[in-house]
C-alpha cells in the first residue's frame, strides 16, 4: 500500500489484521536478528505498534481520521507508522530535548515545556527569538517547533493581534508540544544547491564503521606472529646439522635460557594480541615450534612424534620462505610488512570524521573533493598515516552523498539514482521559492526552514475522501499569509521538477511524494493545476476525486487525434465535454467525479466488478491511462520539453519495459514487476505521441528489430495501432497482437510460459 496516497475509501472501518502482522514482524526481528542495533530499533516499532493497537482498542486512536489521536489537533505532526497508521503521539512530545533543557537553564526556570513557552513569550523570550530570526542559526526539524519564532515575528511586525490568537491556538499544547526551535548552524544553503544527505549523515556513515575483524587480523599476524615465527625458526635452526635438519645437537645451555626468555615473551604478545589464533593451534607450524620449545625449556624430551612434527615444520618453513635473514625471506618480509603498514578503512574513517568535524553538520558538502583530499604531512603525523594516502571507494562514497550542487549535478554525478530521491531533493528547491515569496528576509527563511519540515511530514490513511493536511492549514503558516508575495518562480521550479522526473527517469511512475510537492508548487503560485496520486488499490472504493476529471481534460487538450489516445482506446473529446457534478447544499464541492469514475470503471470492464485489490487496481489504472498520471499536466500547463525531442525518454522508457518485463520470468511473485512494467510502456507510449513522425517511426522499427520475446504481443500491437489499425474491445488484435496492461483479475499473459 502506498503510504502517501490521499485515501479514498468511503465510510469504512480499518482493519487491524496490518497492525498485527507488522507487530509479529518487529516482534520476531527484535527477537532473533543478529544485529544489536537492528534489534533496537525493532524493539522500539514493537513498542509503537503495541501502543497503536491500544489506542484502536480503547477508541483513543480512530485510524483513517484527520484527528486520529484523541486531545490532537489536525495540525499536529504525528508519528506515523508503516500503512499511514498514527500510532499515537506527536512528532513534537516526549521528554524535553537538551536544547529546551539548556534554555531552561539559562532562563532560571524549571524544566518543564510549558514553563519554557511560557517563558518565550516575556520580553526576554522575545529576544532571545528575534535573535534566532535575524541570525538563522536554528533548525526546524518538526513544524510546531517554527511556531514561536512566528509569534515572535509578528510580535516585531506590530501584529500583536495575529500574535495573541495563535498563541491562544497553541497554549493548551504547550505542556505537551515543543514549539521551540534546536540551535543550528546557521542561514540555509544558497537557492540553487540541494544534498541527499547532511554532513551528519555521513558522520554517522563513517561512524559505523568499526574495524574489520578479518583484516585487523591479518595485521596483527603480519606485524606480530609471522616475524615471532621467524625468530623461533632461527632459535630451532641453532640445533641444525650440516643438511640443515634440527635436533642434531644439543646448543647448551645459553640456548635453552634465550629459548625460555622467548616463551615469555610468546605469552606477553598472546596477552596483548588476542585476534589470531592459529599461534595456539598445534597443526600449525607455529604452534608446533612453540610447543617442542616448551617441553625442551622444562627439561622433557620430545617424543618421536613431536622431533618428527618439529623437523616437518621447520623444513617446510625454509622451503617455503628461505633461511631468516637470507635475500629471498628479506623481500617477502618487507612486502609483508607494507601491507602490514597500509592504513586501515577503520583509521582512514577516523581521519574523515576529524575533517568533517570542522563543518556545519546540518548542511551538505560544497566541496566534497577538499574533504577527500590524500592525507597531508601534519595528518600523518597525528594520525600515523602515510602522506598522500588516498581514501577507498567505500569511504568516499558517505561523504559524496553530502554533495551540495544544483540538483541537476548531483544528478550527472549519480547522486539522484531514482525519482524517490528527486522526490527527497524536491523541498530543499521548494524552500528556496518559498523564501523568495516573502518580502522580509528572516520571515522568508524561516518559512523555507518550515517548508522542508513540513515535507518530512509522513501521510495518514484517511478514509470518506479526505485528503492530507496542508501546510496553508497550519496555524502559524496562517498568521504569516498576508505578508507572503505573489510567487513567480513556482512555475519555473515546476517546470525544472518535471523536467528532470521526465527526461531522467523516463519509465518511472512519478512517486507521491514529488507529485505532492509539485501538487503545493501549483497551489502556492495560484497555477489551478490538478496534480494526482497514485491510489491504493488496496482500500480503494471506487470513486475519484474532481482533480481527476480537471487532469484527464488536460490530457483530452494535448492527445486528442494522437498514439496514446487510439491505443488506449480513449474518446478524449467525450472526456473533455464530461460535465462536472453539481454542488451539494450549501455550495459543498462533491467528493468524487461520479461522471468520471463511471468511465474508469467501465473501461476496466468485468474485472472492476470482482470487488478486489487485483479489481481495485484495473480502475486505477484506467484513471492513470486517462490522466496520464501528471505527464500531460507537466508537458501541457507547465510546459516541460526535453532538450533533444522525446525520442530520448520513449527508448529511454522502453528500456525500463524491457528491463521490468525480463526481470518479473525470473520472479517467484512477478505481478508488482509487470505493474511497473506497463506503467512503463505507458509512459513510453506518451512520450512516443509527441514524437515527430519521423522520429516515431525510428523508434517503433527499433523496438521490432529488439524487444525481449515475451514483449512480442505488445510491440506488434503498438505497430498495429501506429500503422491505423485497432485493437478488439478485449484489447487484442488477431493472435499475436495485445495491449499491455499491468492490472489483471487472474493470470496476466505477459507471464504465460
Known amino acids: 500500500m502506498d503510504n502517501n496516497a490521499d485515501q479514498q475509501q468511503p465510510t469504512a472501518t480499518v482493519s487491524t489484521d496490518h497492525a498485527h502482522g507488522q507487530l509479529a514482524r518487529a516482534f520476531v526481528t527484535a527477537l532473533s536478528h543478529p544485529d544489536a542495533a537492528t534489534r533496537s530499533r525493532a524493539e522500539d516499532r514493537l513498542d509503537r505498534w503495541r501502543a497503536a493497537l491500544a489506542g484502536m482498542a480503547d477508541g483513543s486512536l480512530r485510524v483513517g481520521s484527520r484527528t486520529p489521536v484523541a486531545g490532537l489537533p489536525a495540525w499536529a505532526t504525528l508519528e506515523v507508522l508503516h500503512g499511514g497508521f498514527a500510532s499515537g ?26 514553563a519554557l513557552f511560557a517563558h518565550s513569550l516575556t520580553e526576554a523570550g522575545l529576544t532571545g527569538l528575534w535573535e534566532l530570526l535575524d541570525g538563522g542559526r536554528y533548525r526546524v526539524t518538526v513544524p510546531e517547533e517554527a511556531a514561536l519564532l512566528t509569534v515572535a515575528w509578528l510580535v516585531r511586525a506590530g501584529e500583536q493581534q495575529a500574535a495573541l490568537e495563535l498563541v491562544t491556538v497553541l497554549a493548551p499544547f504547550a505542556a505537551r508540544l515543543r514549539f521551540t526551535p534546536p540551535t543550528g548552524d ?71 635460557r634465550r629459548g625460555a626468555e622467548l616463551l615469555l615473551r610468546y605469552r606477553l604478545l598472546a596477552a596483548a594480541n588476542p585476534l589470531c589464533g592459529k599461534h595456539r593451534s598445534s597443526r600449525q607450524n607455529l604452534g608446533i615450534l612453540r610447543t617442542c620449545l616448551e617441553l625442551t625449556v622444562s627439561g622433557e624430551a620430545l617424543t618421536p612424534r613431536w622431533a618428527g612434527l618439529l623437523r616437518v615444520a621447520a623444513e617446510s618453513m625454509v622451503r617455503r620462505r628461505g633461511l631468516p635473514g637470507s635475500d629471498r625471506h628479506t623481500a617477502l618480509r618487507r612486502l609483508q610488512a607494507e601491507q602490514a603498514a597500509l592504513p586501515s578503512h577503520h583509521a582512514l574513517a577516523r581521519l574523515l570524521l576529524a575533517r568533517l568535524a570542522e563543518l556545519p553538520r546540518h548542511d551538505g558538502l560544497a566541496d566534497p573533493e577538499s574533504v577527500l583530499a590524500p592525507t597531508g604531512p601534519l595528518e600523518a603525523e597525528q594520525h600515523g598515516i602515510p602522506v598522500g594516502t588516498a581514501f577507498p571507494a567505500e569511504l568516499r562514497r558517505p561523504v ?89 518562480r513556482e512555475l519555473a521550479l515546476l517546470r525544472r521538477l518535471g523536467g528532470l522526473a521526465v527526461t531522467t527517469f ?121 490522466t496520464t498520471h501528471n505527464l500531460a499536466t507537466l508537458v501541457g500547463p507547465v510546459g516541460t520539453t526535453p532538450a533533444d ?109
Open 89 to 114: 503521539r506527536a512528532c513534537a512530545e516526549g521528554p524535553l530535548r537538551p536544547y529546551e533543557i539548556e534554555a531552561c537553564r539559562a532562563a532560571g526556570i524549571a524544566a518543564d515545556r510549558a
Open 186 to 256: 546557521g542561514p540555509a544553503p544558497a537557492v540553487d544547491v540541494v544534498h541527499r544527505q547532511t554532513v551528519a549523515s555521513s558522520v554517522e556513515a563513517l561512524e559505523r564503521r568499526g574495524p574489520n575483524h578479518a583484516v585487523e587480523t591479518q595485521r596483527e599476524a603480519l606485524t606480530v606472529w609471522l616475524p615471532f615465527s621467524d625468530e623461533l625458526l632461527a632459535h630451532w635452526l641453532e640445533t641444525a646439522g650440516p643438511d640443515g635438519r634440527v635436533l642434531h645437537h644439543d646448543p647448551g645451555t645459553e640456548w635453552h
Open 400 to 488: 559524496l552523498a553530502a554533495t551540495s550542487a544544483p540538483v541537476e549535478t548531483l544528478v550527472g554525478l549519480g547522486l539522484v539514482p531514482s525519482a524517490e530521491v528527486l522526490a527527497e531533493l524536491a523541498p530543499q528547491l521548494a524552500s528556496a521559492v518559498e523564501a523568495d515569496a516573502y518580502r522580509d528576509r528572516a520571515l522568508g527563511a524561516l518559512a523555507a526552514a518550515h517548508h522542508r519540515a513540513f515535507a518530512g511530514r509522513r501521510s495518514l490513511l484517511l478514509l470518506d475522501y479526505a485528503r492530507q493536511v496542508r501546510a496553508e492549514e497550519l496555524p502559524w503558516v496562517r498568521a504569516t499569509e498576508a505578508h507572503r508575495g505573489a510567487g513567480e
Open 506 to 626: 523516463p519509465g518511472t511512475i512519478l512517486p507521491n511524494p514529488l507529485v505532492s510537492e509539485l501538487a503545493a508548487l501549483a497551489r502556492r503560485g495560484d497555477l489551478g493545476l490538478p496534480f494526482v496520486e497514485e491510489l491504493a488499490a488496496d482500500i480503494f472504493m471506487g470513486g475519484f476525486t474532481p482533480k481527476y476529471l480537471a487532469a484527464a481534460r488536460i490530457a483530452a487538450d494535448l492527445l486528442q487525434g494522437t498514439l496514446y489516445e487510439r491505443y488506449y482506446g480513449i474518446d478524449y473529446a467525450a472526456v473533455h465535454a464530461m460535465a462536472d457534478d453539481e454542488p451539494g447544499r450549501g455550495g459543498r464541492r462533491p467528493a468524487t467525479s461520479t461522471a468520471f469514475s463511471a468511465l474508469c470503471r467501465e473501461r476496466a470492464g468485468r474485472a472492476a466488478s470482482s470487488r478486489s485489490v487485483a479489481g481495485n487496481g484495473t480502475v486505477i489504472e484506467q484513471a492513470q491511462i486517462l
Open 645 to 753: 525531442g522525446w525520442e530520448a525518454p520513449a527508448l529511454g522508457a522502453f528500456a525500463t519495459t524491457a528491463r521490468l518485463v525480463t526481470r518479473a520470468g525470473r520472479l517467484p511473485r512477478p505481478l508488482a514487476t509487470v505493474k511497473n512494467a506497463a506503467f512503463a510502456w505507458r509512459q513510453m507510449v506518451f512520450h512516443l505521441s509527441l514524437c515527430t513522425p519521423q522520429a516515431q517511426r525510428a523508434v517503433l522499427d527499433g523496438l521490432v528489430a529488439d524487444h525481449p520475446a515475451p514483449l512480442a504481443p505488445a510491440v506488434a500491437g503498438l505497430r498495429l495501432v501506429a500503422s491505423g489499425g485497432r485493437f478488439g474491445d478485449d484489447g487484442t488484435a488477431g493472435d499475436s497482437s495485445r495491449r499491455l496492461l499491468g492490472w489483471t483479475v487472474g493470470p496476466h499473459w505477459l507471464l504465460r510460459r
